[in-house]
């Protein structure tokens, strides 16, 4: 007998793949960072040169990278990127020969991807449910600031150091560091993980987490925050 198989809602996904570590929006020489993040702020193709594949633009666009050639690719910031306004996971773990760590105790990532910011920031607002992985990013005052966006997953990257994860930024620019503006607490959580790591590798990252006035009424969530501090001589107060 026939009958109704209730179906999962489909998240519309489109994919913009950049394939051209220049840092400009020019036709004709493949699909730029800036020309991706355009796109899917813009909820469309920018130029000729950005073919979104998969589904058309929705709620839940992605970033992907394809450079040709092997070894790291850097991307040289010469002005401020868009910010990010649409929901977007931006993955650098899809330029092929990345790969996530798969250590339990210990790092095995293979970073391919970095952005030298030349003091500049990549900046999400409002941009809720967005994500940022597999990237190096170094020489930035803020290399990510998190502007009231919740539930923005920045994991996976290396923040002040070179994709190696070791060698650090040769600018006096590279100061971290991540910053978060009236954001969920829940990503607050993974910012000090992520932190604590880059503290052992390099010794100067630091954290900005601007609060509104009402999360210091509640001592409980206050104390909650303040152990999360690790006990290092790079958090100075």
Known sequence: RACAEVLEPRRLLAIVTVTNAEDNVTEGDGVTLREAIQSINAGTDLNADVVATGDPYGTND??????PGTGVHTIFLGSDL???????????YTQP???????ADGNDAVVLIEIDANARTIVFSGADNSSLR????????????????DNVVIAGNYIGLRADGVTGGSSEHNLGGIDVFQSSDGRIGRVFQDWRYLVAK?????????LPLAFFTDANAVEVLRMQFPNHPAFDG
Request: net charge negative; no cysteine.
């Open 97 to 103: 020969g990345a790969a996530p760590n798969t250590l």
């Open 62 to 67: 992605a970033i992907h990278f394809n450079m």
């Open 202 to 210: 390099s010794g100067s990252i630091h954290i900005s987490i601007n």
């Open 134 to 149: 597999g990237l190096a990013i170094y020489d930035a005052l803020d290399a990510v600031q998190i502007s009231q966006a």
């Open 82 to 92: 868009p910010s990010i306004l649409a929901t977007v996971a931006i993955d650098g």
